[in-house]
């Protein structure tokens, strides 16, 4: 139980310590599946339009 719970401190601290670099790394994540969803948007406009 010591053991686990001395993990679990750990881990807590590495967070605390690391928080941005996990808010960047989400940030780009989104961003990248953000632009594939406006990209796969903008090519279907493109290939179906639908006002001729």
């Known amino acids: 139980m010591q053991t ?16 941005d670099r996990l808010l960047y790394a989400f940030a780009i994540v989104a961003s990248l599946f953000l632009g594939a969803f406006i990209g796969s948007l903008m090519i279907e406009a493109m290939t179906h339009p639908v006002f001729y």
């Not at 686990?4 to 928080?19: E, K, M, V």
Request: net charge neutral; hydrophobic share 45%.
């Open 4 to 19: 686990l719970q001395d993990g679990y401190r750990s881990f807590g601290l590495l967070i605390t310590i690391n928080w």
